[in-house]
């Protein structure tokens, strides 16, 4: 009888395993159809995010975090042109995706924004205290990531809104 209850415990918690690891990996994550919201850059001029060229795209997003969105995509646009054109974001730090998203690789991202790769503003405050931003290789490659700002830090801390950053909406006050 001890046996059969052991038994019964170690498929309840192997089941449950499974199921926990289906759910954080795979299950609220959403395939994303291009548009042009997707792929923008703000620019230098005017502040605002502007649609950009781009082919190849393949993106997931989910519900369930704002920063869960994961992109790549090629772009004919020069690095030179875009640099010149549009805000510069010292401060990236790609997030990782899941394993089966192949084509984003955070760490050999992260590592050539050293190097080679320049990273852009895409849209500030995408969701309240998120930002994306787009990573763009010499070659046209490019990535594209939410990551938290410095408002967002703030807030989702629960301490007061700086006066740099917008009114924080009331669903996190």
Excluded: K
């Excluded at 938290?148 to 700086?162: K, Q, S």
């Amino acid at each position: 009888m001890a046996r059969i209850f052991i038994l019964g415990i170690l498929v309840t918690a192997l089941i449950a395993g499974i199921a926990l690891y289906y759910f954080q990996v795979y299950a609220f994550y959403d395939e994303v159809q291009a548009d042009n919201a997707d792929v923008r850059l703000t620019s230098v001029v005017t502040g605002e995010a502007e649609p950009i060229l781009f082919e190849n795209f393949e993106a997931i997003d989910s519900d369930s975090s704002p920063i869960r969105y994961r992109a790549c995509f090629t772009t004919p646009i020069s690095l030179a042109t875009l640099t010149e054109t549009y805000v510069i974001r010292d401060d990236a730090e790609p997030l990782n995706a899941p394993g089966w998203f192949e084509c984003f690789n955070a760490a050999q991202i992260g590592a050539d924004l050293d190097t080679e790769a320049v990273a852009f503003l895409g849209v500030a405050n995408i969701t309240y205290g998120i930002d994306r931003l787009v990573a763009v290789y010499p070659d046209g490659r490019a990535y594209a990531w939410h990551q938290i700002n410095a408002c967002g830090e703030v807030v989702f801390n629960r301490e007061p809104v700086p006066e740099n950053c917008p009114p924080a909406p009331e669903s996190l006050q």
